[in-house]
């Protein structure tokens, strides 16, 4: 109904479209903490022109009122004269245009908060850098997509300007886009930052370090990590599909873990300073990402429309499959040892094993339905259980019966490849469908029903079986631990998220939850590192008998709720090598793990 709304009072300037060129200029107001945009649009005729901003971001699949951030919104002709302005939905401006020319329309974004996934912008307390996220800041004419863009950034003096965009021969810190969709996915990053560069295959990369932990990592290591990662993915890969290539980092002192948002020639990640080797695994996902959701997509991912959440059953294969390969390659190419591969197996099926939704959502599900989360505005997770852990065992099974039904000549990264090959170049993402029909094409008729099992039936998958034909065993013993009925994540809404319940917190938590005080203590205020270290604290320290106090936000309502922690057994695995394997399974299983060195050069 919105589109068809619009086209109801919009002309669409078609004469025009071939040839203009829509044009942004950028200033970073950091005094004011905002980002100032002049937007011109070449229009050919009178009528009107509809403007929009995107109520969500490629990668991060949930819907926000994006109209929320852009603030006192005009427009002028080309002599400067105010043209009407109507705001006539939430993301939707409409312009009335008195003569052909050039529209410019000026607005203001805050360069912290109102941002989508990693956007938008600073910590809340760190002036030293800004971080701009496109599909935040940057207003689309509505049916004009397509159109080449350019944009300047106009930074405090002294400040870098850093983007994958390619620069143009014209004023500093210019730069150019084929298209909006490439604009609004290359995030620019300035401020107080710490840039570190190399060069692989003959393109530049560049390392932004932003944030409080800037100066606490060990540059000599990212360094390392991000070389490493480049050049074992280009590798696999056969190139890279970018001019160059930006890692935008926000750095938090000390903690672990992180969090990422991929993008066309750059990724957003936000990093703790003291690195693991889990960090590789992290940078391996997110550039892997370049190949598998950039450029090999579904259908629906691009080119976008921004109005509404895409639906597509293959999330588990562009986020699981992908996690799946951010494990396999460290190892494959020599950074992590075998046990590390091993223990992400376990990792991946324990987290599956916690949530009864398993034996009722498929990984085709929990991709499809996503929006259906979180009342109805989705998230980055998946729809009542995580399609990144089923997508990754799902990899891992169809990998291992690939290799077993061809005997070691064909395996999943066939399948990946070919995917490559039909949607590169800006070809059309694929359908529905096609992932099966390759992984029968490479594996054989066996994969059609295989596939079935493991991506669009839920239920028990088969490791056990299938890591057997690689000749290795899954042995498991018990654990007595403290069941508290409840898992807890980080949401890319925002907050922390209730992302699974079972047991004690059957009927009093909600998947939809966001954890708002845990024992007392409110979450309010509170960064997301330190908000998660505190939930996880009550649910590790948990014992029978001492209750949890949580108070949940549930819609519009706070819900105060009491978990009663009971003693439990839970199976604890571990993957050995099969001393029963034959000579047959144990040839396939050095294969799918055998090691190579990436060329460097």
Known sequence: MHRLLIASFACVFAASSASAEIDYRVKVNSADHRFEVAMSVPVSAAGSLSVQIPNWSPGAYFQ????????????????????????????????????????????????????FGMGGGRGPVDESYIQLSGPSVYLYAVDRKK??????????????????????????????????????????????????????????????????????????????????????????????????YVWHFIVTPHGRGGGGLEHLSSTQITLSSDLTPGTVSLLAHEYFHLWNVKRIRSSVLGPFDYTKLPKTGALWWLEG???????????????????????????????????????????????????????????????QISYYNLGWLAGLCLDTEIRAQTNGKHSLDDVAHALFNECKNDKP?????????????????????????VVNQPGEKPIAEQLAKMGLKLETRDEAYTEVGFNAAPSFGGGIGVSAVRGPATGKLESRDVITSVNGTSLDGKDMREAIGLVQAAVTGAKPGTPIELAVKRGDSTVKVTIDPVSATRPIHSVVVDSAATPAQKALGEAWLLTKTPSVQ
């Open 64 to 115: 926000r009122d994006g109209g929320q951030s852009v603030h006192d919104l005009a427009a002028a002709d080309a002599s400067g004269a105010p043209l009407t302005v109507a705001h006539s939905e939430g993301n939707t401006w409409t312009i009335a245009a008195t003569a052909p020319g050039t529209i410019t329309i000026k607005y203001w974004s805050p360069t912290r908060g109102g941002g």
């Open 321 to 383: 499959v992908t996690d799946y390969y951010a494990s396999l390659l460290p190892y494959r190419y020599g950074t992590w040892k075998r046990q590390q591969f091993y223990d992400e197996i376990i990792q991946n099926m324990r987290a599956i094993q916690n949530n009864p939704a398993r034996l009722t959502v498929s990984a085709n599900d929990a991709s499809l339905r996503v929006g259906e989360a979180n009342g109805g505005r989705g998230n980055s997770n998946g729809f």
């Open 429 to 453: 993402g694929f359908q529905e469908g096609e992932i099966r029909r390759l992984c029968v094409k490479y594996g054989g008729p066996a994969l059609g029903p295989f596939y079935d099992s």
């Open 147 to 244: 159109e080449r863009c350019k944009v300047t950034f106009d930074v405090p003096s002294g400040w870098p300007c850093v983007v994958g965009l390619d620069p143009t021969s014209g004023p500093a810190n210019t730069y150019v886009a084929p298209t909006y969709d490439v604009l609004a996915d290359n995030p620019m990053s300035t401020g107080q930052v710490t840039v570190l560069t190399y060069s692989l295959r003959g393109k530049t990369h560049s390392i932004v370090l932003e944030g409080a932990g800037k100066d606490l990592i060990d540059k000599d290591l990212i360094l390392k990590d991000c070389r490493f990662v480049s050049a074992a993915e280009t590798d696999f890969w056969g190139g890279a599909p970018y001019h160059k």
